[in-house]
């Protein structure tokens, strides 16, 4: 097959890649070896993690579409109260993690629909379920991607003039021979206060598998999963206890926090106040990642709420999950720690009445679009990373080190961002790193190899470091890097040059981020002041 732009992995990422591609008029081929498009916002059930002021500003005009477009799919197709069908910024999960936490399919329907028009016009190939496993490079560029049947049929060999790497870690990167760094650098490369003195490749951010649940009568106890034993005990070293409770350090303080878990509370909707700058929200554990509260929907739509489970007791620290020979046990065993956790809420949980166990814990693989009840694809929160024309670093943003001057207003500046530095523990033996950081920019050279010409990541795979990556993962951000990409292997199609060129040429990048703004991608955080 051939097309103008390939995109290999179909996230989020590398689906604003693709319809930013598309928009301009390209014929594009897309990838993705799970069932669904959309992957931490679906495959993965990772509601969005998002800035404070998404509803106003902060995010690209295609993003927005796509929350518009999940609040008016749930208007259109669900049974809501009156009440809840008037609110402005629906939240149907009532979650407090976002200002939006909805089943994850609703968000698979919308992204569907706005990649239709072109799958229907022939200008969009979309090949599901194939994963990349090899490339044809020459010299610095990247000729063509084979892709291979998830479930055995067969492979398929794409070629493009650009290929979008997308993929949540980095498959191209080892595949085309592309410089890449992994876990922490060493703060004599990159100058952050947080980071080691020596470089860590192999402490990497723990990943996790996403699970949904509700409550309901009757005993929905699975079956006691083989290694169960060894998870109840598991502590790490510097958690303070054991991994299963509910009690855990807070990720900024480290003291030991005792979380609630209170399924089905007869709470309001429209009271939750889903902003972290406010409060993390994770005091009731059920409300805090909760894609679906009952009381949003006319009595008896729904017998329970639906929450989703991402919580720290989940969070994979035996090893990486990539770039290690048993990558493959650690998926599996991050999968059987999951299943262990639920099995513990169901049966050793401590209860508000005193009792222990919550046998009617229902495990909601119909809402994961699984058959085994968890979320199709692990969360992963930290990929491969090209080393890049500009590397973004912790000094860049964070808010101990810039204080009143903000982040560093990078002049090639191709979107925006916010969120604090959050890094889970880690593979290495880390505890949480938790550092405010200043509303960024997203440099257009973090998108460029340092060496490759017409590769370019479109995910969590660009130029950060361990430590910026903390900041720069989350949804919105993801998808304007994605955009952004799509955007720039079209424009240098029209143009007739170069990414590396765009960034060098004060006319061509000039254009080029022009015709980001003209297709509503912010550039620059917004100053308020008289006029």
């Known amino acids: 097959m051939e097309a103008d732009v390939l995109v290999i992995g179909g996230g989020l990422g590398g689906v604003a890649a693709a319809l930013a591609a598309l928009r301009a008029g390209r014929k594009v081929v897309l990838t993705e070896e799970f069932d669904w498009l959309g992957g931490q916002l679906t495959s993965q059930a990772v509601p969005p993690d998002e800035n404070s002021w998404v509803e106003q500003f902060g995010a690209t005009a295609s993003y927005r579409a796509l929350r518009d477009g999940i609040r008016h799919y749930y208007r259109r197709h669900f049974p809501l109260t009156e009440r809840s069908r008037a609110w402005r910024h629906l939240n149907p999960g009532a979650g407090h993690v976002s200002r939006l936490c909805h089943e994850p399919r609703v968000a698979v329907a919308v992204l569907e629909a706005m990649l239709a028009p072109y799958r229907g016009s022939g200008r969009l190939r979309v090949l599901q379920p194939y994963r990349p496993v090899s ?59 947080s980071a080691p003195d020596v470089a860590q490749p192999l402490n990497m951010q723990a990943a996790s598998v996403c699970f949904a ?65 406010l409060s993390p929200g994770d005091g009731n554990l059920w409300t805090f990642r909760r894609i679906a509260a009952r009381r949003n929907f006319t009595d008896g739509a729904y017998e329970s709420d639906i929450t989703l489970v991402n919580w720290p007791m989940i ?41 222990t166990g919550f046998p009617g814990l229902r495990l909601r693989g119909d809402v994961m679009g699984s058959a085994d009840g968890l979320a199709q694809a692990p969360y992963i929160r930290e990929s491969r990373r090209i080393r890049a024309e500009r ?33 889970h523990p880690s593979t290495g033996g880390d505890h949480y790193l938790d550092v405010a950081s200043c509303p960024f920019r997203i440099p257009l050279g973090a998108l460029l190899p340092e060496r490759m010409e017409n590769l370019l990541p479109a995910g969590k795979n660009i130029g950060t470091t ?9 949804h919105p951000v993801e998808w304007n890097v994605g955009e952004a990409a799509g955007a720039l292997a079209a424009f240098c199609l029209e143009r007739g040059t170069s990414p590396r060129s765009v960034r060098g040429t004060p006319d061509l990048l000039a254009d080029f981020q022009k015709r980001l703004t003209d297709q509503g991608v912010e550039l620059r955080w917004p100053e308020i002041a008289a006029y």
């Open 315 to 355: 969070d994979y620290l035996p090893g990486p999950v990539f770039d290690v020979p048993d990558a493959t046990e650690h998926l599996t065993a991050a999968r059987e720690l999951s299943y262990s956790f639920l099995y513990w809420l169901q049966t050793e949980a401590p209860r508000p009445d005193g009792g």
């Open 135 to 193: 490339a044809e490079t020459d010299g610095d560029r990247v000729g063509a991607v084979t892709v291979a049947h998830r479930d055995g049929g067969g492979e398929i060999t794409v070629s493009a003039p650009y290929v979008l790497d997308a993929t949540e870690t980095g498959e191209l990167l080892p595949l085309t021979g592309t410089e890449y760094v992994t876990g922490f650098e060493a703060q004599s490369e990159t100058g952050e206060p």
């Open 466 to 474: 361990h430590i910026t990556n903390g900041c720069y993962r989350l």
């Open 213 to 277: 649940l509700d409550h309901v009568d009757g005993d929905h106890t699975i079956d006691k999963p083989a290694r169960y034993g060894f998870w109840r005990t598991y502590q790490p070293d510097f958690w303070g206890g054991p991994l299963f409770s509910l009690n855990a350090p807070h990720p900024r303080t480290k003291e030991i926090v005792e979380r609630q878990f209170t399924p089905n509370p007869d709470d309001d909707p429209l009271a939750v106040v889903a902003d972290q700058r």
């Open 391 to 423: 590397t973004v670093v912790e000094q860049d943003l964070s808010l101990a080190v810039r204080g009143d001057a903000g982040a560093v207003e990078y002049p090639d500046s191709v979107g925006i961002g916010m969120y604090r530095i959050d890094l």
